[in-house]
């Protein structure tokens, strides 16, 4: 079973990742069994039955939004959904940091936010800054370092809800 | 100037700790190109056409002679001991190693220099006015919001994989020797009717493949909204900005897609949500960063030194440099000098380590320690005393940067072009050598008055050659090096774009055609005008007569569109 970074430990992936292929839609795509994150046409098209599946077999439920998506789409659904995944097609792709932000700093979601896709260690950091607790990536006992390759930050962000000049006030 | 603290000097380590692991990984082979791409580039460092380059950043343009010196130190230990001082206020060393680049970064971060967000799709170095503190014109002193801003810029988690570069550049008035127009970001300082101090904000500026000029996003913006309103706009770029076509990328096109009305009510939507947040800045944030740009110890100077005037009487080769390389001070009795990177048979904005370090210690003897660099690739002493300037002149011109010709014709503006950059499609630095022979006789090019000449090896634009007034591009015909000529290009407020005049032409040919274009002017001008002025007055038309009139200037010309 493939590994992941969550909440600063390594542990066991049990999800699948649901994606749609060339000839599947969103209504007619095969759900496999136990914890998986579909994408959110999946979601929008299947709603009430995924919700059934989780409650009925308990299989956990997350949705995973492409560079594309609106996190709005999914704001008064997010206390259906154990997981949000949000997937980068690239590395140099960097909608998901502001996903994310939104997310975390405006929608309110506190589960498990989790990085899918083109990233590795060296984005780690800033992932976790813009609200990432958890990230599908290669070779993560040696990637976990790279969280804390800075030890401080100018910017407010997700994980840091004040910028460094109120914080600095506050300790003088 | 700004001094780091413990926190500033701590997260520019951390950063060379970081790259330095990439770059090991990258050469054991642990990291491919591709993924080690962006992350080299953040870090300044491109692969070039002989060896790699690095950017080194100079935040708004300010240095202290210390950190000249450890500049000029890295030119002499990784480079072949001289740089390139760039138009957007960065330090390029052109024959470095990749081996090396972590162990320069080190180096340089013992003197608070780096090179974070040089290159890449993130928010870039960003810059202003060289005389900014010290111009007698401006509102008030940028550099306390562009260190502001550089803080939040650096490593904004949210914004290292934008569409495109994000260029910012503030400028502290009216006067605008930013050229805050050609930025993607454009900030320009202001006050409202009850003299509170804020910004105009512009959006959408840029020059490359399609160049444009910045329109203003928000008439005024309190100052206690910069970071959060930088945010939204910077939020609804990376969300909306494009990301199918490279050269479609930059907010300039989002901003001409949408029209200027409509990005705007989208980035006031966003800002709603973080107007008066925590990103508001406080008094105490704003005061404790101005403190780093309080007014040094100027001395109670009369405003006419008598020495001065004396020596400027009577010495015509002191007084032609008084007339074009010093300047005006807000305080008595001081002036800002610049030190031209202009010399003849001088590639536009090299400097030598020797010269940095002499421009160390002339700003130690004469100033207080601080050197500027500006848009025009030159040097400036910004507090020098009107009296020491006989003196200064002379010092400046043993170290060969004392040619009188800021403003002028032979102030070219260039990129490093094929000589060394691998975008480029032609040379530019021998071409710049070209027209500066051309126009050997200072007499002349005094008399023609202020005139900007600017030179870009390809269509990325890093010379400016948009905004020159007179601006030469560099282009590619059945791999043949050609070059278009352009007029009517301006800086700063007044900031136009130029037109492409006629067939391009071989470089050989190009000094002749500028000097017919030049002598056109000689014969149209009204008493003092200035070229940009008898151009736009006439038209281009006797240009283009006087360029291309009397007999093709080449036979394999053909016309080629601009872009």
């Keep these: ?172 | 100037m700004y001094r780091y603290n413990e926190i500033d000097r701590r997260l520019v380590k951390e950063r060379v700790t970081q790259f330095r692991d990439q770059t090991r990984r990258h050469l054991a082979g642990e990291l491919s190109e591709d993924e080690f791409r962006p992350l080299r580039l953040q870090n300044g460092l491109y692969v070039e056409r002989h060896a790699p380059m690095i950017r080194l950043a100079i935040p708004y343009g300010v240095l202290s002679s210390d950190q000249m010196r450890a500049l000029a130190g890295v030119t002499r230990k990784f480079d072949r001991g001289s740089g390139h001082f760039s138009t957007r206020q960065n330090l390029q060393l052109n024959w470095v190693s990749l081996e090396q680049a972590p162990e320069i970064l080190a180096e340089l971060a013992e003197a608070d220099l780096h090179a974070i967000q040089t290159s890449g799709s993130c928010i870039r170095n960003i810059t202003t006015d060289p005389f900014a503190g010290v111009s007698p014109q401006e509102v008030s002193d940028p550099r306390p919001w562009a260190e502001i801003l550089r803080q939040w810029s650096a490593f904004h988690p949210e914004f290292a994989y934008l569409p495109r570069k994000f260029k910012v550049a503030f400028s502290g008035g009216p006067d605008d020797a930013a050229n805050v127009r050609i930025h993607d970001l454009g900030i320009q300082l202001a006050r409202d009717g009850e003299d509170q101090l804020g910004f105009r904000v512009w959006v959408g500026g840029g020059l490359g493949r399609t160049p444009i000029l910045a329109k203003v996003l928000r008439e005024f913006l309190p100052w206690q909204h910069l970071l959060s309103y930088a945010e939204a706009i910077l939020r609804t770029y990376n969300l909306h900005g494009r990301r199918d076509n490279k050269y479609k990328a930059r907010i300039k096109i989002l901003v001409q897609a949408l029209g200027v009305e409509e990005f705007a009510r989208q980035v006031e939507a966003e800002w709603s949500h973080l107007k008066d947040g925590p990103a508001t800045l406080t008094e105490a944030e704003a005061a404790r960063v101005s403190a780093h740009f309080e007014a040094p110890e100027y001395e109670n100077l009369p405003k006419y030194d008598t020495g001065f005037e004396f020596a400027k009487r009577h010495d015509r080769e002191f007084s032609s440099w008084v007339a074009r390389n010093v300047h005006e001070h807000r305080v008595s009795g001081y002036a800002a000098v610049t030190l031209s990177l202009k010399a003849p048979g001088q590639a536009p904005g090299d400097a030598t380590a020797e010269q940095m370090g002499i421009a160390a210690d002339l700003a130690e003897r004469f100033g207080f320690a601080e050197i500027r660099t500006g848009v025009t690739q030159n040097l400036i002493l910004p507090d020098v005393k009107k009296k020491d300037l006989p003196e200064l002149w002379r010092q400046v011109r043993v170290a060969g940067l004392a040619t009188p010709n800021i403003g002028l014709l032979t102030d070219i503006v260039s990129c490093p072009g094929g000589d060394y950059c691998s975008l480029a499609n032609a040379k530019s630095i021998p071409l710049a050598k070209a027209i500066q022979d051309r126009f050997s006789d200072p007499e002349r090019v005094s008399a023609i008055g202020d005139l900007k000449l600017n030179i870009s090896g390809c269509v990325n634009a890093c010379g400016h050659h948009h905004v020159g007034h007179i601006g030469i591009l560099g282009v590619d015909k059945q791999g043949e090096e050609y070059f278009q000529i352009i007029l009517g290009g301006a800086w700063g407020m007044e900031a136009a774009l130029g037109k492409v005049i006629g067939p391009s032409l071989v470089a050989e040919e190009v000094p002749q055609v500028i000097d017919r274009i030049v002598a056109n002017f000689e014969i149209c001008r009204r008493p003092h005008e200035r070229f940009i002025d008898t151009l736009n007055r006439i038209g281009p038309e006797s240009f283009r007569d006087a360029a291309y009139g009397s007999g093709s200037p080449s036979k394999r010309a053909k016309v080629v569109s601009n872009g």
Excluded at chain 1, 24 to 48: F, N, Y
Excluded at chain 1, 103 to 131: S, W
């Design chain 1, 1 to 172: 079973m493939a590994k992941l970074i969550k909440n600063r430990d390594i542990v066991e992936d049990s999800w699948k990742v649901l994606t749609l292929a060339a000839n599947d839609t969103p209504d007619t795509v095969k759900l496999p069994v136990g914890p998986i994150m579909v994408p959110l046409s999946v979601w929008r098209a299947r709603k009430a039955e995924l919700i059934r599946r989780e409650w009925e077999h308990h299989d956990l439920l997350g949705v995973w939004l492409g560079p594309e998506d609106d996190p709005a789409d999914i704001a008064s659904d997010l206390d259906d959904l154990s997981v949000v995944g949000i997937h980068f097609p690239t590395a140099g792709d960097g909608r998901g940091y502001s996903i994310a932000t939104l997310l975390r700093t405006r929608l309110g979601y506190r589960g498990e936010l989790r990085a899918v896709g083109g990233i590795g260690r060296d984005h780690l950091h800033y992932l976790h800054r813009v609200g990432f607790d958890a990230f599908a990536v290669n070779q993560p006992e040696l990637a976990i370092a790279s969280l804390d390759d800075f030890s401080e930050a100018y910017q407010a962000a997700a994980n840091q809800p004040l910028p460094l000049f109120r914080r600095r006030t506050l300790t003088a």
